[in-house]
Structures are given as C-alpha cells and as structure tokens.
C-alpha cells in the first residue's frame, strides 16, 4: 500500500491523481496505523514551512519511523523541504531532520536581475548523478512553484539542479528517500515516469 500523508499542507488530490494516471492505487490517510503499515509513503506539500511542521508534529515519528525501516518515502515541494533542519522562512521552527541542511530564500539579487521570486513555471533539470528515480529521465523540463530551496549540508544527495540565476536542487536522494522541488504530478508525462519510476521501489 503507498499511503498519502494528509496533514493539512498538501495538493493531495493533484498528487493523487498523477498516481491514478499511471494505474496505482494511493491511499490518503490521517491515520497513523495506516502510515505504519504502509509500504511507501508520499509527503506532497503546498504554503509556508512553519504550518507544515506544526501539522506534521504527530507524525514525525511515524515518518521517521518508515525511513529506518528502509521502506521508500517521496517528498513533493514543501514535502522536500521539511526534510530538512530549518527555514528562513520560519527561524527557530524545526523540521524534520530527515537530511542535514536547510532552507533559504530565494537572494533579492535574483528579483534585481530580472528573475521573479517565486520561481514559478517550467524549467528544465540538470542531472548531476544516477538515481532509481529519474531512470530513463533526461534534462527534462518540470514544473515549479516556490519561493524557498533548500541548501543540503552534504552536496552528493543532490540527484539533480536546476538553473535560476543559482544551482536550484531540484532532486536530492539518499538511500530510500527520494525528494523534488518541482511537482512530477504537474509536469507531464515526463513528471509522472518519475512517479513510474518511483513505484518500482515499492
């Protein structure tokens, strides 16, 4: 079973639905019992960092949980970045640990140069390593909505970047977790071979 984590913060129905597309049933669930037993699960996420974390409090040890047990879990947007220690967005608010790094805001600098902040619409990746998740994916183009990227302490779980004015990762791995800034659901049938992909691990 893939379990949806609903938790108040997430497009759970976009993400659902790319899920439908390609023939897999998902379950979205507030359960805990039912995020114990699941097979992988799906961490999608839309708004501010702070809020997401205050939803997310009751199952972080169920998150963690899943993840040392090897199972596959996939972050989506505000679901990559609360895997992460902190945001600028919201100082002094703790995320989720699951990676080492932290979140920052798009510079000022960007929105001087002409680039608006947020970064939103299709930009194409730049694949940095291998990955079970992007097999048969190219420097495809995906789609984005954020205002925020994440800054990893260790720079080899980046799977892959994207260019906006800086190297945006766009992907980052380590070991069964798996996360993109960019929303697979929204961006095509490129988008939803990782997704494809994705299952595979299940």
Same mark, same amino acid.
């Given at each position: ?9 997430? =497009? ?77 967005? =919201? ?112």
């Amino acid at each position: 079973m893939i379990a949806i984590i609903d938790y108040g913060s997430g =497009n759970l129905k976009s993400i659902s639905n790319g899920f439908q597309q390609i023939g897999a049933e998902v379950l979205i669930t507030q359960d805990k019992e039912e995020l114990t037993n699941a097979d992988a699960l799906i961490l999608p996420g839309v708004g501010a960092f702070g809020t997401a974390m205050q939803n997310l409090t009751k199952y972080k040890e169920t998150i963690h949980q899943h993840i040392n047990e090897e199972k596959p879990f996939l972050g989506v947007c505000l679901g990559l970045q609360v895997l992460f220690g902190e945001s600028e967005e =919201n100082p002094g608010i703790c995320g989720l640990d699951v990676l080492p790094g932290k979140v920052v805001r798009f510079p000022e600098s960007q929105e001087n140069g002409g680039l608006k902040v947020p970064h939103m619409g299709w930009n194409n990746l730049n694949i940095r390593k291998k990955s079970s998740l992007i097999k048969g994916i190219g420097n495809d183009y995906m789609y984005f909505v954020h205002s925020y990227y994440v800054q990893p302490d260790d720079d080899e779980i980046v799977v892959a970047t994207v260019d906006y004015g800086l190297d945006v990762p766009a992907i980052v791995a380590q070991d069964n977790v798996f996360a993109t800034q960019f929303h697979p659901e929204k961006s095509g049938n490129v988008g939803l071979k990782i997704l494809e992909n994705f299952l595979k691990l299940v």
